[in-house]
């Protein structure tokens, strides 16, 4: 009997993803008084590593709080806000006090006046003041800084960079380069900026953050099912979808260069990927042991950086190609068609048209009663609209009801949260009707997005 091992990130997993950016999980602090609090969002521009850090500072060079948002597409600084807290002039640590900032100022003016003394002895301009608490000092001979380059008023577009004319859209998705869900972002936008991310949660965030515009995620699987735990993580944030696409998966095995099929004892993947190729696998005679990481793609990196001679990936040609690998095996999938449906996500969601054809995703707890969920389904069966999906997961907040009965004893019911897709706009007065009538019979019930459906022509993967 094979096993899937689950491994963590911290594990196998060694991606230069975006890392979890919930602010404080990694400050820095250094042994001097916090002067300064820098909250500091750094995203690298390499796309293969880049990794987002939440940073509190305590700076003492600096007398202020700072919140610095630093742009990932192209790594200037976005915003910089700047409020006082302490202060340090010229060498003068201050705590905050009223009488610490005049004395403080006492002591600059001082200063100021002596360099002036100087600069005006010596006639050059050697000797000024180039900052005071991080703004620059207006030059000894007082004549202001020009107009023209006086500080910009910070706008909404500083703090939240969204894509300028020309610029590229920034998708966030699970992997490192190479896994299946970039390709299902360059899917959905051709010519976007994709951005690896280390976990779900972490793209959830970027686009909640504003450091990407979309996310893109799987959902489910032809083979695998669904993928459960981004279902939950629909309801926990509050991203809308935007779109859909299906993306034919196929999948080869891979490993170093000069290993062969008898050297493995073992293959490592995304465990979707390791359930899709699973009978392949052993058809080939592969008995070795299975093990999980994040994705496809990250695990043919780590094979390539580990040197593992007896490890083989299962991941995309294009992760082969990436980090170097040799295709030892080409469309192990179980299945020919094999393909994934992924969601597009953004902030705000789209407005729903009649032009194309659309699909509405909702989620729903229903009230106690009876034959409650086919009444809520048969509100769509009457008005002729067709499910695509429905999936149930437990509800998080009462996951159980206890149900008593003095004869019998208590019966305990398990809660769900029921997902639906059907197939039509929220534009349409049809659906409307449905949903309102769903509404009669649940507790809670929740748009997740109206979005055109993908309608591209079926291809299978290549070699099918
Ligand atoms: O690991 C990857 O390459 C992914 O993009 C993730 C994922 C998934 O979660 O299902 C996407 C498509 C394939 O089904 C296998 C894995």
Redesign the pocket.
Known sequence: MQSIHSTSSSGLMNSGALKSIIPGTSPTTTTQPPLSLTFNHRVSSNPARLVVRSVYQFDSASASTKVNNVNGANGSPAAAVTAPASFNIGGVVGGGSRADWQSACAILASKVVSQQQDTEKSGGAGGQITAVNGHKAASASLDLVPIDSLPKALTIADLSPAPMHGSKLRVAYQ?VPG???EAAAGKAYPKCEAIPCDQFEVAFQAVELWIADRAVL?VE?SL?GS?HRNYDLLLRHRLHIVGEVQLP?HHCLLALPGVRKEYLSRVIS?P??LA?CEHTLTKMGLNVAREAVD???GAAEFVAANNLRDTAAIASSRAAELYGLQILADGIQDDSSNV?RFVMLAREPIIPRTDRPFKTSIVFAHDKGTSVLFKVLSAFAFRNISLTKIESRPHRNRPIRLVDDANVGTAKHFEYMFYVDFEASMAEVRAQNALAEVQEFTSFLRVLGSYPMDMTPWSPSPGE
Do not use: L
């Open positions: 992997g896994a299946f869900s799987p699987n695998g993928i998966v995304h979707q990927a899709q994705d496809t793609a994934t």
